[in-house]
Antibody, heavy 114, light 109 residues
Framework: EEQVVQSGGGLVQPGESLRLSCVLS????????MSWVRQAPGKGLEWVAT????????FYVDSVKGRFTISRDTARNSLYLQMNSLRVEDTAVYYC???????WGRGTLVTVSS | QAGLTQPPSVSKGLRQTATLTCTGN????????AVWLQHHQGHPPKVLSL???KRPSGISERFSASRSGNTASLTITGLQPEDETDYYC??????????FGGGTKLTVL
């Protein structure tokens, strides 16, 4: 059975960094384009970043360009989101997902507050 | 890139049929179609239909998707109380990135 297990998240102050992780089981990450999607409190789903199957192409929403980095570890079948210079408006539940194929993690809460 | 357009809310009666729409453009919905998601708060989104309008394994036949040009639609037949929640569409945009609709809150009366 395909599963996406997420970890990371928590409470940080503005300007600080955080790394989110997700481990895929039951399928291989290098076969899929992997993404991070977030949902801020009271808002809809917002795409954050995508990595193609071989890691050669990365795409980011404008609001996180230069601050967030998506990456993968093929040996660990894992996907990461390094988030630097966090802002209050980055507060959200972050999901790791293969949007096209429909595999989603349970989400992890990131709260940026002073 | 601009988001996809979904009606904020739709209300239908129990056991009736609801059709949710999602409008984009030739760079996203019209390019590769849309994914439909059901999202209960506190739970991860659940995919109801893939870009080829096929249902993943385990999804009820009450959910069916279609596309006409730049507009995707999700039809839910025989509405049940548990169908009352938020529905999102998403499509890959040629510019590079997934675009989401603002979501439709479905109320089952």
């Amino acid at each position: 059975e395909e599963q996406v297990v997420q970890s990371g998240g928590g409470l940080v102050q503005p300007g600080e960094s955080l790394r989110l992780s997700c481990v895929l089981s039951g399928f291989t990450s290098t076969n899929f384009w992997m993404s991070w999607v977030r949902q801020a409190p009271g808002k809809g789903l917002e795409w954050v970043a995508t990595l193609n199957e071989d890691g050669s192409a990365k795409f980011y929403v404008d609001s996180v360009k230069g601050r967030f980095t998506i990456s993968r570890d093929t040996a660990r079948n894992s996907l990461y989101l390094q988030m630097n210079s966090l802002r209050v408006e980055d507060t959200a539940v972050y999901y790791c997902a293969t949007v096209a194929e429909g595999y989603w993690g349970r989400g992890t809460l990131v709260t940026v507050s002073s | 890139q601009a988001g996809l357009t979904q009606p904020p809310s739709v209300s239908k009666g129990l056991r009736q049929t609801a059709t949710l729409t999602c409008t984009g453009n030739t760079n996203n919905v019209g390019y590769q179609g849309a994914v439909w998601l059901q999202h209960h708060q506190g739970h991860p989104p659940k995919v109801l239909s893939l870009r080829n309008n096929k249902r993943p394994s385990g999804i009820s036949e009450r959910f069916s998707a279609s596309r006409s040009g730049n507009t995707a639609s999700l039809t839910i037949t025989g509405l049940q109380p548990e169908d009352e929640t938020d529905y999102y569409c998403s499509a890959w945009d040629r510019v590079g990135g997934w675009v989401f609709g603002g979501g439709t809150k479905l109320t089952v009366l």
